[in-house]
Structure formats: C-alpha cells, structure tokens
C-alpha cells in the first residue's frame, strides 16, 4: 500500500481500515503479511501493531525462507519478526514455507482459518459466509426473491426481501427435500429462482437445485412471515446425470388472464440420441390441486 511520510506498518494498521477505503464498522478486519525478509522500519512495529490490537485487527504472517536458504542464511532473526507480526498464537497464525512455490501448500490451511472468522464453528462447514446473494433474483410483487446458491455449504437457499422484512429460512427448513445428512453435496439451491400464480390469487415461489444428486431438482414453496416458516408444496426432480435440471426455469401466462399456465424447466447438459449434448425443456402444466403435473414425454419441448 503507499503512504506519504509514514511507514509502512502504520499505513496498513489505520489507513487500510478507514472508512475512506471502504472499512465498515462491526466488519472482521484481517490482515495477510507475506515477506521474504525483514524489514527496513522494523521500530515501527511496536506502534502499529498496538493500533492493530486496538483496532482488532486478526493478523496472519507468513516467512517465505527463500532467500536465507539460497544464501545460507541464519533465518531466525527474520522468523522472529514475523512472529512478532503474527496474532497469538503462533501455530494458528504463523507459517513459514521454504520458498514462494510452497505458499500453494498452505493456501487451503490459511482459507479455512480466514473462514472460520466468520463465524463458522468448524473449519469445513459454512452456513451464509459464502452465500452469492444474488447469484439469482427475482421480482416479487412485495419484494425480491434472491438466490443462495454458496449457502449451507453449497447446498444453496432463498432469501426474500420486502419493504418491511427480510427471511432468510434455516437449513432444516428445506430438509424434507435436501436431507441433511447428505453433507458436501452441493445442490446450489438458488442457482434459479422465480414464482408461479394460481387462481385465488395464490402464488408460490420457485428455486432450482441443478446439481441436487447430480440429476438437479425444482421446488415449489411457500415462505411465511417467520424466518423459519417454509412449506414446500411439490418437488420435481430430474432423470439424467449432468443434465443440469433446474438451471433455469420460465413460468408462463399463455392466455394472459394473469395465471401461470406451464411452468418450463430447463436441463441445457441434457445428453440426447448418440451421447449429443442436445439440451431439454421439460413443460409443465399449472393444476390447482397439485400445482404442476407433467404431460406425455411425446409432449415435453426438446
């Protein structure tokens, strides 16, 4: 980071930070030192690591001992320093590799620590830190309805958004369709999402899962007025592996009376005659006791 007139440790412990560069009150704040020697303003450690501790600021450090081993160089001294920089304790916040090639040995060690700030309770399970809100969204006539589709460890979710209100519904909401003892699965929930309109007034809402065991699948729900009051009404599921089913659905209004009367679901990896990637369009007829049935095959649009 540049700096005019200071070092560059107190540019990184304040500055950094500032709100002018986009730091956020309450936000995690963390900082990643690499380095393969020491420093040249190492008097002003002291201070800014004191503004990092007041700032609490998380501090990794990581000794690239390169050159102190092509040189034959005692690296301990350096070894010290960053340390020094280093949170307590060492063996959560320090690493040292032997040159910059090994740094891509720890890359997965040091993602899961960063994540684990977040608020994940062990270092292999997300809940919302890596949501992709917005991957998906669609308009409500209250709000928008967003897809999740890094939720829950990649399983996916919803969120929906109003005027007065935001729901967010718990993992177990969706379990009687997404159990979850299918762990690191990745059904990417919310890769589409959209709604349907029966008569009555009634509406559901629309989410597609297209890895959701490898065949994808399409739920049909309802969200209350609580962040854990979700009912799925009905579930389609697709029949071919890698057909990505569920990747994007349509609903239709054919005759423009204001009611969805097919619901479309695409499957674009779907494999036809001879193993070609030819795609599918499954259709979907809107009923009122069950809301979509499917017609023959000879009716599906391929």
Request: glycine share 10%.
């Amino acid at each position: 980071m540049p700096s005019v007139g200071r070092s560059q440790w107190s540019s990184c412990s304040t500055e950094a930070f500032s709100p002018e560069r986009g730091g956020r009150e309450g936000a995690t704040r963390l900082m990643i030192v690499v380095t393969d020697g020491e420093s040249h303003d190492s008097e002003e450690l002291p201070e800014a690591l004191r503004e990092c501790q007041e700032r609490n600021v998380t501090r990794y450090a990581i000794a690239v001992l390169g050159h102190y081993i092509r040189r034959q160089k005692d690296p301990n001294a350096f070894i010290d320093e960053i340390k020094f920089i280093a949170s307590d304790p060492d063996e959560k916040f320090f690493f040292n590799v032997t040159d910059e090639a090994a740094l891509n040995d720890i890359v997965d060690a040091l993602g899961d620590r960063i994540f684990s700030l977040e608020g994940t309770r062990e270092y292999s399970s997300f809940e919302l830190e890596m949501s992709q809100v917005g991957f998906s969204t669609h308009l409500l006539e209250d709000g928008i309805l967003f897809g999740m589709v890094g939720a829950y460890d990649w399983d996916g979710a919803v969120l929906r958004e109003s005027p007065n209100e935001r729901l967010i519904p718990p993992q177990k909401a969706f379990e009687s369709e997404f159990p979850l003892r299918m762990k690191n699965h990745a059904a990417y929930l919310g890769y589409t999402v959209s709604s349907i309109k029966l008569r009555g007034g009634r509406g559901l809402l629309v989410a597609g899962a297209p890895r959701f065991k490898h065949k994808g699948k399409v739920i049909l729900f309802e969200m209350g007025g609580r962040t854990d009051t979700l009912r799925i009404t009905q579930a389609l599921t697709g029949e071919q592996i890698g057909g990505y089913f569920g990747s994007e659905v349509c609903p239709v209004d054919v005759d423009g009376d204001g009611v969805t009367d097919v619901l479309l679901v695409s499957a674009p990896m779907y494999l036809g005659a001879q193993n070609k990637e030819t795609g599918r369009v499954y259709v979907y007829k809107v009923g009122q006791v069950r809301a979509l049935s499917q017609p023959p095959r000879n009716q599906m649009v391929i």
